[in-house]
């Protein structure tokens, strides 16, 4: 029986210890934009960051191989004219990447099937799937809908926030009341609705499929530095992280019922940087890595109380310029891994592998519940007509993705827009050009 007032969790003594050098990635030139962006992102088979240089060039990594590049030997996508602000990773299609650009573009990539073999020459992709062109100024950051598959979020230094359906190569709808830049933009574990927060200060809460502001936190912080937020799973609470009047960074958590005041307000510290929230929807652990800050503050959500609640944070004094989190398929579940974060630093990307401590080998299923899939729950066209449906779940258990064939190598993406259409059927008339011309040579009438 535990002691009273003692509280029991699962990841109470969760820890990470410091990679090695020969763990980590390096040998490149990590780009010097400023921003308040993650500057990392990870699908389950690769991570990318944006690199110096012209072209707006992103290096993309094979998860699995950490390694030290030659000079110049960084394997990367470059078909930006700007530098790359943003990236996201298709939650249905690990190999596939939209980039958002200084030069207002939206590039959506396949990674090729070869891009991890071995090569003396360096590799460099240069076509994209598709381009996304409606922003009329640099786009600051992308989500992907968590359900539907091929639905993008945007916002934009023009002032709007555009949802788009990939496959198509054109937005769905466009939000255009926001007065100040977006810094921030979150979906809801169903897709339905989608938070934003502003350089206004004000918190807005938008229905998905028309992208109009439904209701809105006024003064959710009141100081100057940017607002990440993040919806706690289902539990219909949304948590935000800012800083106070007098500059003290903090942490608000909201009920989405009554949004007039914060349900708890938790004072980190006084730092200067910018505080990423990472919500792990399945195990409830929030990791809280604030740029420049070497230690990463890792807590526990619960639905009561103080809603959140300490656990061991990592230490280290080797500052965060990003950071991101591999999904959950990423992991190595056997090893008893329940989250996996990407350090940016000035020498490179860090992998920060946080363990749960048991003397088994087994599988640990009551520390790894099922997590999101590589499949969608719905199509863009269903969750436009109102398809509400939450992420298609798997097993974590290596036995049971095996046998369910989850976990897969997906499908190459083909997106049907007015450009590639255009471009087929030009090709099509050049070849019926040339075969008519070889019909006139043989003196054969058609």
Not at 20 to 41: E, H, M, N, V, Y
Request: proline share 5%.
């Amino acid at each position: 029986m535990p002691f009273a007032g003692f509280r029991q969790s699962k990841y109470r003594h969760v820890y990470c210890d410091e990679p090695k050098p020969d763990a980590c990635w390096s040998g490149f030139r990590l780009s010097t934009s400023a921003g308040d962006q993650q500057f990392i992102k990870a699908s389950a088979n690769y991570c990318c960051v944006s690199l110096a240089g012209g072209g707006g060039p992103v290096g993309v990594f094979d998860l699995n191989t950490p390694q030290k590049f030659e000079v110049a030997r960084c394997p990367m996508l470059s078909g930006h004219s700007g530098t790359v602000i943003d990236f996201e990773w298709n939650p249905f299609n690990d190999s596939m990447l939209a980039t958002g650009s200084e030069d207002t573009d939206i590039r959506i990539w396949g990674i090729p099937e070869d891009w991890s073999d071995p090569s003396d020459e360096r590799k460099v992709l240069e076509e994209s799937l598709v381009t996304l062109e409606e922003h009329r100024k640099k786009v600051m950051v992308l989500r992907h809908h968590p359900s539907a598959n091929n639905v993008l979020a945007s916002t934009s230094g023009d002032l709007t926030v555009k949802i788009w359906d990939i496959s198509k190569g054109c937005s769905i709808s466009s939000y255009t009341d926001i007065p100040d830049l977006a810094q921030d933009i979150v979906w809801d574990v169903k897709g339905d609705n989608f938070a934003t927060s502003c350089k206004d200060k004000t918190v807005r809460i938008h229905d998905g499929r028309t992208s109009s502001a439904v209701s809105s936190i006024v003064g959710a912080h009141e100081g100057i530095k940017s607002v990440k937020l993040c919806y706690l799973n289902d539990s219909g609470k949304l948590l935000s992280v800012g800083t106070s009047k007098q500059a003290a960074r903090e942490v608000k958590v909201w009920d989405l019922g009554n949004l007039s005041k914060p349900i708890a307000t938790h004072k980190i510290d006084n730092g200067a940087g910018v505080m990423y929230p990472m919500f792990d929807l399945d195990t409830y652990v929030l990791y809280l890595c604030g740029k420049g800050d070497g230690n990463i503050r890792v807590y526990e959500f619960e639905d009561k109380g103080d809603y959140i609640f300490k656990l061991n944070d990592h230490q280290s004094t080797v500052p965060t310029k990003g950071i991101g989190m591999v999904p959950k398929r990423g992991l190595d579940v056997m090893k008893h891994e329940s989250a996996r974060l990407l350090k940016v630093t000035s020498s490179g990307v860090s992998p920060l592998s946080f363990t749960v401590p048991r003397k088994s080998e087994a599988f640990q299923d009551d520390i790894f519940p099922d997590c999101a899939a590589p499949v969608s729950a719905h199509t863009a066209d269903e969750w436009m007509s109102g398809s509400s449906l939450p992420p298609v779940t798997m097993s974590l258990n290596p036995k049971e993705r095996s046998r369910k064939g989850l976990g897969m190598r997906q499908k190459t993406f083909k997106a049907v827009t007015v450009k590639s259409l255009s471009g087929e059927l030009d090709e099509a008339k050049k070849r019926i050009a040339y075969l008519e011309s070889k019909l006139k040579e043989a003196n054969i009438e058609y």
